[in-house]
């Protein structure tokens, strides 16, 4: 069975930082292009970084500079560390496993992030 678990989210003040962390069995992790994805209020969901299965990171333009996804093959984990933070990042922080051309992609449940004074 297929879990990616999310922690780490939580209330933050603005320019503050917070560290998400997503840990996944089931699954060939190592072999994983993981991401991770928000989804704000009222907005789709969108990309927030990328690392493929050879270390090639990707970001949003709107939080290159301030957030940092990495990961730990032998702990089956991905991270993504925030700061800087700011309102507009509140969101619905979501971690992802795909294998490209294939048809697996798995995503998580989700944990809430809010920045807030």
């Known amino acids: 069975q297929v879990q990616l678990v999310e922690s780490g989210g939580g209330l933050v003040q603005p320019g503050g930082s917070l560290r998400l962390s997503c840990a996944a069995s089931?699954?060939?992790?190592?072999?994983?292009?993981m991401g991770w994805y928000r989804q704000g209020p009222g907005k789709q969901r969108e990309l927030v970084a990328t690392?493929?299965?050879?270390?090639?990171?990707n970001y949003a333009d709107s939080v290159k500079g301030r957030f940092t996804i990495s990961r730990d093959n032998a702990k089956n984990t991905v991270y993504l560390q925030m700061n800087a933070m700011k309102p507009e990042d509140t969101a619905v922080y979501y971690c992802?496993?795909?294998?490209?051309?294939?048809?697996?992609?798995?995503w998580g449940q989700g944990t809430q992030v809010t920045v807030s004074s």
């Open positions: 992802n496993a795909d294998y490209p051309l294939t048809r697996y992609n798995y």
């Open positions: 690392e493929s299965n050879g270390g090639s990171t």
């Open positions: 089931g699954i060939i992790f190592r072999a994983a292009h």
